[in-house]
C-alpha cells in the first residue's frame, strides 16, 4: 500500500489564513520525513470549506522544503484554468520539485466557485475535456495545434510551449465519482482515476476502481501496476476512546454545513447542470452516513492503532492499496493532527510491499 496526506486549506475560526498556510506546508515537512509517499492539495474557492485558491502555487512551496514526498494536486479544477498556462506552471512545478509532481485534474462541483470565476457549469465537462486535450498537447514535443470552441491553436502561428516537465510523460490523475461516463472517459485516455469524497462516503471506492480496471481493458490500455489514490479521513490517537473524545470536542459537522450551503451544482431554483445529474442525492447519503460511518461500505480510518490497523486490512482486501488522508477535522488543535500523523506513519512497515520504493511513479501517454 501507499499513503499520502491531503489538504484543501480548511479555513476554521480558529486560525488566520497564515496558520493555515503555514500548517499545510509544516505537514507537508513532516509527511517527507515520516516516509510518506505523497502530499495532495485541492482547489477550492470563495468558502472557508478551502481557501488553496492555487495549488501550484502551494506546491512550489512544498518542492522547496521537502526532499523525497511527492506532491499532487487533487485536484486542479480544470475548467477554471487556461490550459496553456497550467501546463506551463506543472511543467515549472514539476522542474523545482526534481520530478515530483502529480498532476490531478478534475471537473469540479460547486456552482458558487464556478459563478465566481465567470465560468458556466453547463459547460463544464465540455470545458475539461477540451483542456485536457490542450494540456497534453502542450507537453509534446511539437507545435501546438488545436481548434475547438473553448480554445484554437493554429499551426501558422508556430506556438511551442514551454517549458517542458522534467517527467516524460508526466503522471497525471483525474478525479471521478461514480459517474461511469467519466471513468470511461478516463480510461479511454489511459488516465488513473482518484477517488473520494462522495465515491468514499456512498461506500463506493472499490467499484469504481474496479469499473475502471475494466474499461482501461476494453480500450486497449494496460492497468497493471497502477495504483489508485483513494481520499479518506483519518484520525489515529492513542486509543478509541481519545479519539472519540478528541472529535467530541469539535464540531464533527463543521465542513458538512458549509458544503450544505455552497457545495453543490445545483442551482437555487433547483435545476442540475448538464452531466450533474447523479448528484441529486448524494447530499442525502453524505448526511447519513456522516451520521452512521458504518453504512458505508469503506470504513472510517478513526481510533487507535490496532483499529485503524483492522480498517486499513479491510480497504487492502476491498482492492484499494493507495490512501491519503485528510487528517483530523477542523478546529482540532494542530499538535493533535501532527501526533495523528506520526501514528499513522507507525502502520507503514505493515502495509508497504518491501520492494515498492516510496511514491512509485505514475506514467500517462500523453
Same mark, same amino acid.
Given at each position: 500500500?501507499?499513503?499520502?496526506?491531503?489538504?484543501?486549506?480548511?479555513?476554521?475560526?480558529?486560525?488566520?489564513?497564515?496558520e493555515?498556510? #503555514?500548517?499545510?506546508?509544516?505537514?507537508?515537512?513532516?509527511?517527507?520525513?515520516?516516509?510518506?509517499?505523497?502530499?495532495w492539495l485541492?482547489?477550492?474557492?470563495? +468558502?472557508?470549506?478551502?481557501?488553496?485558491?492555487?495549488?501550484?502555487?502551494?506546491?512550489? =512551496?512544498?518542492? &522547496?522544503?521537502?526532499?523525497? *514526498?511527492?506532491?499532487?494536486?487533487?485536484?486542479v479544477?480544470?475548467?477554471?484554468?487556461?490550459?496553456?498556462?497550467?501546463?506551463?506552471?506543472?511543467?515549472? !512545478?514539476?522542474?523545482?520539485?526534481?520530478?515530483?509532481?502529480?498532476?490531478g !485534474?478534475? *471537473?469540479g462541483?460547486? $456552482?458558487? @466557485?464556478?459563478?465566481?470565476?465567470?465560468?458556466?457549469?453547463d %459547460? =463544464?465537462?465540455?470545458?475539461?475535456?477540451?483542456?485536457?486535450?490542450?494540456?497534453?498537447?502542450?507537453? $509534446?514535443?511539437?507545435?501546438? *495545434?488545436? %481548434?475547438?470552441?473553448?480554445?484554437?491553436?493554429?499551426?501558422?502561428?508556430?506556438?511551442?510551449?514551454?517549458?517542458?516537465?522534467?517527467?516524460?510523460?508526466?503522471?497525471?490523475?483525474?478525479?471521478? &465519482?461514480?459517474?461511469?461516463?467519466?471513468?470511461?472517459?478516463?480510461a479511454?485516455?489511459?488516465?488513473?482515476?482518484?477517488?473520494?469524497?462522495p465515491?468514499d *462516503?456512498l461506500g463506493?471506492?472499490?467499484?469504481?476502481? @474496479?469499473?475502471?480496471r475494466t474499461?482501461?481493458?476494453?480500450?486497449g490500455?494496460?492497468?497493471?501496476?497502477?495504483?489508485?489514490?483513494c481520499?479518506?479521513?483519518?484520525?489515529v490517537? @492513542? &486509543?478509541?476512546?481519545?479519539?472519540?473524545?478528541?472529535? =467530541?470536542?469539535?464540531?464533527?459537522?463543521w465542513?458538512?454545513?458549509?458544503?450544505?450551503?455552497?457545495g &453543490?451544482?445545483?442551482?437555487?431554483?433547483? %435545476?442540475?447542470?448538464?452531466?450533474?445529474? $447523479?448528484?441529486?442525492? $448524494?447530499?442525502?447519503?453524505?448526511e447519513?452516513? =456522516?451520521?452512521?460511518?458504518?453504512?458505508?461500505?469503506t470504513?472510517?480510518?478513526i481510533?487507535s492503532l490496532?483499529?485503524?490497523r483492522?480498517?486499513?486490512?479491510?480497504?487492502?482486501? +476491498?482492492? !484499494?492499496?493507495?490512501?491519503?488522508g485528510?487528517?483530523?477535522?477542523?478546529?482540532?488543535p494542530?499538535?493533535?493532527?501532527?501526533? +495523528?500523523?506520526?501514528?499513522?506513519?507507525?502502520?507503514?512497515?505493515?502495509? #508497504?510491499?518491501?520492494?515498492?520504493?516510496?511514491?512509485?511513479?505514475?506514467?500517462?501517454?500523453?
Open positions: 500500500m501507499k499513503f499520502g496526506l491531503f489538504n484543501i486549506g480548511m479555513w476554521h475560526e480558529s486560525q488566520s489564513q497564515e493555515v498556510f #503555514r500548517n499545510i506546508r509544516e505537514q507537508a515537512v513532516l509527511a517527507d520525513r515520516l516516509g510518506y509517499d505523497s502530499v485541492g482547489e477550492h474557492h470563495f +468558502s472557508r470549506h478551502g481557501i488553496l485558491a492555487d495549488c501550484l502555487v502551494q506546491a512550489a =512551496a512544498i518542492a &522547496s522544503v521537502t526532499e523525497k *514526498v511527492r506532491i499532487g494536486t487533487g485536484v479544477v480544470l475548467p477554471f484554468h487556461n490550459p496553456v498556462r497550467l501546463a506551463e506552471q506543472a511543467a515549472m !512545478v514539476d522542474i523545482l520539485s526534481d520530478g515530483r509532481l502529480d498532476l !485534474v478534475g *471537473v462541483y460547486q $456552482r458558487r @466557485e464556478f459563478n465566481g470565476l465567470n465560468i458556466p457549469i %459547460e =463544464a465537462r465540455a470545458r475539461f475535456r477540451d483542456n485536457l486535450d490542450v494540456v497534453l498537447k502542450c507537453w $509534446r514535443d511539437e507545435i501546438l *495545434v488545436h %481548434e475547438s470552441p473553448y480554445n484554437t491553436f493554429r499551426a501558422e502561428d508556430a506556438i511551442e510551449v514551454f517549458p517542458k516537465p522534467v517527467q516524460k510523460p508526466m503522471p497525471l490523475y483525474q478525479a471521478v &465519482s461514480i459517474t461511469p461516463e467519466s471513468i470511461e472517459f478516463a479511454s485516455r489511459g488516465v488513473p482515476v482518484m477517488v473520494g469524497g465515491t *462516503v463506493l471506492a472499490p467499484q469504481v476502481i @474496479e469499473y475502471w474499461k482501461m481493458v476494453e480500450h490500455n494496460d492497468p497493471t501496476g497502477v495504483d489508485i489514490p481520499a479518506k479521513g483519518v484520525y490517537a @492513542e &486509543s478509541d476512546e481519545q479519539a472519540a473524545a478528541d472529535i =467530541a470536542a469539535v464540531d464533527e459537522f465542513d458538512l454545513k458549509l458544503l450544505q450551503k455552497f &453543490s451544482p445545483i442551482s437555487p431554483s433547483g %435545476e442540475l447542470p448538464p452531466g450533474y445529474e $447523479r448528484w441529486a442525492n $448524494r447530499v442525502k447519503e453524505h447519513k452516513n =456522516a451520521l452512521d460511518p458504518n453504512r458505508a461500505g470504513p472510517p480510518l481510533g490496532e483499529t485503524v483492522e480498517r486499513l486490512r479491510q480497504l487492502r482486501d +476491498s482492492g !484499494v492499496n493507495y490512501i491519503f485528510q487528517f483530523g477535522l477542523p478546529g482540532m494542530e499538535a493533535k493532527i501532527r501526533r +495523528s500523523v506520526e501514528l499513522f506513519a507507525e502502520l507503514f512497515e505493515e502495509f #508497504r510491499d518491501p520492494a515498492d520504493a516510496p511514491a512509485a511513479q505514475v506514467h500517462v501517454p500523453a
